[in-house]
C-alpha cells in the first residue's frame, strides 16, 4: 500500500463518518453531599476497627461456627468461582494488546507432464511463521482491559462483601437460636410451676377446699404454657437448619456456648461520614464498575477511529522440482481499516455506552446512600433498644412485686386465683420480651458494625 495513502486513510474515514462525539459530563444530580456527622446519636468506644470483631462476644462455639463457615459456605465458594471467570475475562482483553504469532505449514505433491511429454512428480513444503499487530493508537483495546481489570477488582471486592455478609448472618443466626433457646427454658420453668399450681388445685378441689372453676383455671393455663412448648422446639430446629446452610454442613446439631446474656456486644468504632466511604466493600465495589464503565465508554468512543494492523509472514520452501535449493519467502504490510457506514452500529454502541456509565452512576449515588441509612437505622435501633431494655427490667421488676401481692392476697382469702393468673401471664409475657430485646440489641450492633464495613479495609495490588 502506498505511505501516503495510509496516512491519508484515517482522514478520509472521519471524515466519511462525521464528527466524533464527545463523551458527555456524568449527570450533575448524582452528586452526592456527605454529611459532617452522623445525624443519630452514636456511642462509639473505641477508635479502631476490629477485623475479627465477632471475637469479642467471647463465645468459643460461635467461633468455631464462623471458622466452619468461611471455609465451607456456597455463598463464598461461588463468589470465587465468579473471581475466576473475571480474571480469565480480563486476561481475554489484556490479549488483544500482544501480538499474534501463529505457525502454519503445508505438504504438496504431484505429478506433471513437461514440455517433451516426460511425467515428473515434484513436492514442494512451506513452513512459515505468521505475526499480526493492531497498533492500538486510539486507545481501544487498552481500555477494554482496563475495564475488564476493573471489573475483576469489583469481583474481588464483592467476594468481601459476601464473606462480611456471611459472617454478620452466622453471628445474628447464632444470637437468634440462643434467644430461642432462652425462651424455651423459660416455658419450661413456667410449665413447672404451672405443674406445681395444677396438683395443688388438685389436691384443694378434691378436699372441696376449692372450686371446680379454680381447678379448671389451672388446667388450662398448664395447657396453654405446654401447648407453646412444641411450637418453639420447631423454631429451634429451623433455626439451627439456617446455621447448617451457613456452615455449609448436614443436618448436624449445633452445640452451644454462652447463654444469650452474657454475649456481649461488639464495640463500634468511631467512625465520621466521610471516613466510612471507603470501609464499606459495596461502595468501594459499586465505585470500581463506576470506573470500568468510564472505560468501557472511551472504547466505544475508540470505535470510530481506524484500525491499524500489521501483519508479518516469514517462511521457507523447500521444493524437489524445480528448484532443488530451500528459498526463503517473506512479505511486511500494514492496513488501516476505517469504518464508513456500518448502519450506525458503532453510534448505537456509544450511545449504549453512555447509558451503562450513567446507570453506574447512578447506582453508586444509591449504594451510598442506602449505606448511610443502613448506619443510621442500626444507630437509632441500638440507641431507642437500650432505652427499651431499660423500662423492660423496671417493668418485670414491677410485675414480679405484683404476683408476689397477688399470691399472698390469694391465699389469705381478699382475691380470687384468677388475679394470680393474670399476674403470671404478665411477667412470662415481660420475661419473654426482654429475652426478645436482648437479643434485638445484640443483632443491631452487629448490624451496625456491618454497616459501617465489618472490619474491613481496602488496598488494591495490581490496580496499576
Known sequence: MNLSLLKLMPLIAIALNGCIPNIPSKPSAAHINIPVHWHERFNSTQRQYDAQWWMQLHDPILNQLINEALEHNTDIALAQTRIQQALAQEHVFRSSLLPALNASGG???QKNLNAVGIATISRVEQPAFQAAYELDIFGKNRNNWKSARLNRLATEIAAESTRLSVISTTVKAYITLRA????????????????KELTIAHSKAKIGYTSTLELNQAQAEYAATLQQIPTIQT???????????????????????LPLSKLHAPAIPEILPSDFMKNRPDIVQSSLLLAASDATLAAAQAQFFPSVKINAVFGRIFSTAPIKEPVNVWSIGGSVLAPIFEGGQIKANF??????????VWNYRKVVLTAMKEVEDQLSTGY?????????????DAVASALHHAKNRYLAGYSSYLEVLDSQR?????????IQSQADYLTSQVSLYQALGGGWSYSVKDAQ
Open 107 to 109: 505438504t504438496t505433491r
Open 180 to 195: 430461642l433457646d432462652e425462651k424455651l427454658e423459660l416455658l419450661q420453668q413456667t410449665l413447672n410451676a404451672r405443674q
Open 235 to 257: 423454631i429451634i430446629s429451623q433455626q439451627e437448619h439456617v446455621l447448617n446452610i451457613l456452615t455449609g454442613s448436614t443436618s448436624k446439631i449445633i452445640r452451644r456456648g
Open 351 to 360: 450511545d449504549l455506552g453512555i447509558a451503562k456509565r450513567n446507570e453506574a
Open 384 to 396: 431507642r433498644l437500650q432505652q427499651q431494655q431499660q423500662a423492660l427490667q423496671l417493668e418485670r
Open 426 to 434: 404478665n411477667l412470662f409475657s415481660v420475661q419473654s420480651q426482654l
